[in-house]
């Protein structure tokens, strides 16, 4: 399985919102609702922003959420604030019993 | 609260066998609901899946990395271990140990991770 495909970059302002999307195949993101996102800042470990296509672990903002439409998943910030900038990455599991990243999405807060 | 510590080389030469372990503190190792996996972070790349194991010793590997991956567990110190064989420069980068939450194998998300550590691969 070959990464997810994510846009290198996004921006916005604060206060705006933002979506970022991964796209997959109908052997990955297409095939479960198991997809999930991180937010990783740099020299930082990933933290989990959600799971299961839309479900936002406790202490995540529910400025964060998810979604799924056939083969892309995506992620949606709401009332961007300065320390939502980092990069992101999408997951999922595969019908190979695999799991795959995105290749990641930076997103700046202008 | 349930942390995850990677300890390893930080330097391997070309050709030889890159061993890490990830240290399990605050929780058990040993659970249904878990399983225990690496990741790994090339330096200014994205994150790549390597694999996963379960407390009873079951493995799940990228399939890119599965000719030279052997991952292990010793639940009575609480670690998991990475073995990956025949390295190259292309092995350089920051890894990272995490547990697959609950949910299942196929469901599971990584809710914890450990700080992760560089491993150069270089003569």
């Known amino acids: 399985h070959s990464a997810l495909t994510q846009p290198a970059s996004v921006s916005g302002s604060p206060g705006q919102s933002i979506t970022i999307s991964c796209t997959g195949t109908?052997?990955?993101?297409?095939?479960?609702?198991?997809v999930s996102w991180y937010q990783q800042h740099p020299g930082k470990a990933p933290k989990l922003m959600i799971y299961e296509v839309s479900n936002r672990p406790s202490g995540v903002p529910d400025r964060f959420s998810g979604s799924k439409s056939g083969n892309t998943a995506s992620l949606t910030i709401s009332g961007l604030q300065a320390e939502d900038e980092a990069d992101y990455y999408c997951?999922?599991?595969?019908?190979?019993?695999?799991?795959?990243f995105g290749g990641g999405t930076k997103l700046t807060v202008l | 609260q349930l942390q995850l510590q990677e300890s390893g080389p930080g330097l391997v030469k070309p050709s030889e066998t890159l061993s890490l372990t990830c240290t399990v503190s605050?929780?058990?190792?040993?659970?249904?609901?878990?399983?225990w996996g690496w990741i790994r972070q090339p330096p200014g790349k994205g994150l790549e899946w390597i694999g996963n194991i379960y407390y009873t010793g079951s493995t799940y590997y990228n399939p890119s990395l599965k000719s030279r991956v052997t991952m292990s567990i010793d639940t009575s110190q609480s670690q998991f271990s990475l073995n990956l064989s025949s390295v190259t420069a292309a092995d350089t980068a920051v890894y990272f140990c995490?547990?697959?939450?609950?949910?299942?194998?196929?469901?599971?998300?990584?809710?914890?991770w450990g700080q992760g550590t560089l491993i150069t691969v270089s003569s």
């Open positions: 997951s999922s599991y595969t019908t190979s019993t695999t799991r795959v």
């Open positions: 605050g929780g058990s190792i040993i659970s249904s609901s878990y399983y």
């Open positions: 995490a547990r697959l939450g609950a949910g299942g194998y196929s469901s599971g998300w990584y809710d914890y």
């Open positions: 109908s052997s990955d993101v297409g095939a479960y609702n198991y």
